[in-house]
């Protein structure tokens, strides 16, 4: 079976600080693992992804998260954080194998909502 | 454009009044699913559909009931609708089931449903 676990519901940092956001994954299978982005008022978009490539994936907006299968981490960072990337981010683990009916199914992390100080 | 588009965007309604959300995709997907999201759960799966005529259960689908008749559109039904289902509902799409899993997966821009 397939799970995320994203540590801390809010996380606010001051602009131009950096940014972290937690995810942990449990997985039967090698997974694939993403980081979804919701702005308010909008749908989700995805950001960046790991799909058994390099461990360090770089995303949009100079966002990027690295794949650690020893501490079955997935965290987002970005260097310096901008007002513009206040939103809710999920992260999310579907199964790289044939699992019958979990193939192809994201499942989603709690969301972690960022705030941007001035 | 490419895009997945759903109705209403916002819906107010009372209990036990049957309402239908709409989703359409102009992409040709095959794949299609329906979560709702709720403060501090993330977004669960509710219904799914791998092509027309084929549906199954996610992992919330009481109180639901879809229907893939055509392949661009995927209407969730709430025949009964209760308290319990005012959310945020989000119909998704994808090249493939497998594709889907792979994060080509394309989000509706939501419909807010709030049931009195």
């Not at chain 1, 650690?68 to 809710?88: G, I, R, Y």
Request: proline fraction near 6%; hydrophobic fraction near 30%.
């Amino acid at each position: 079976a397939q799970s995320v676990t994203q540590l801390g519901s809010h996380v606010s940092v001051s602009e131009g600080a950096l940014v972290l956001l937690r995810c942990n994954y449990s997985s039967s299978v090698p997974p694939y693992l993403f980081w979804y982005v919701q702005y308010p008022n909008q749908g989700l978009q995805l950001l960046l992804k790991y799909t058994s490539a390099a461990t360090l994936v770089k995303g949009i907006n100079g966002f990027e998260a690295e794949f650690k299968k020893s501490e079955t981490s997935f965290h987002l960072t970005k260097p310096s954080a901008h007002m513009s990337d206040a939103a809710e981010y999920f992260c999310a683990v579907s199964a790289s194998a044939d699992r019958g009916s979990t193939l192809g199914r994201l499942y989603f992390g709690r969301g972690t909502q960022l705030t941007v100080w001035p | 454009e490419a895009q997945v588009t759903q109705n209403p965007r916002y819906l107010i309604t009372v209990t036990g009044k049957k309402l239908t959300v709409t989703c359409s995709q102009n992409m040709n997907h095959e794949y299609m699913s329906w979560y709702r999201q709720d403060p501090g759960l993330g977004l669960r799966q509710i219904y799914y559909s791998m092509n027309v005529e084929v549906t199954d259960k996610g992992d919330v689908p009481e109180g639901y009931k879809v229907s893939r008749k055509e392949k661009r559109n995927f209407p969730l039904i709430l025949e009964s609708p209760s308290p319990n289902q005012t959310s945020l509902y989000f119909c998704a799409s994808s090249p493939t089931r497998l594709a889907g899993g792979r994060g080509e997966q394309f989000f509706g821009p939501g419909t807010r449903l709030t049931v009195l």
